[in-house]
């Protein structure tokens, strides 16, 4: 059975910073790019970062780029996404995705809330 599933999230102030974290298990996770993705209340699920399967190449949306990083260590079948300069704007849910040609696998996300 496949799983992805992330922690980390949180309500934190405008500037802070937050640690996401996603562990897969199910899954021959090195074999598999894997991205995270966010949803605000009302709009639609956006792609912020996505990282290769052997983590030497990463895409960055605009809005998070040189704020946000994204990695993975194979060897725990975890990737990352660790985001700095915190802004109301990044709130939302954001979801793990891994994908390998027509599979492709979500987890059940994690809130994060930045307010004062």
């Known amino acids: 059975q496949v799983q992805l599933v992330e922690s980390g999230g949180g309500l934190v102030q405008p500037g802070g910073s937050l640690r996401l974290s996603c562990a897969a298990s199910?899954?021959?996770?090195?074999?598999?790019?894997t991205s995270w993705y966010r949803q605000a209340p009302g709009k639609e699920r956006l792609l912020v970062a996505s990282i290769s399967s052997a983590g030497g190449a990463t895409n960055y949306a605009d809005s998070v780029k040189g704020r946000f990083t994204i990695s993975r260590d194979n060897a725990k079948n975890t990737v990352y996404l660790q985001m700095n300069s915190l802004k109301s704007e990044d709130t939302a849910m954001y979801y793990c995705n891994a994908n390998l040609y027509t599979s492709s696998y979500w987890g059940q996300g994690t809130q994060v809330t930045v307010s004062s």
């Open positions: 199910g899954i021959t996770f090195a074999r598999y790019v």
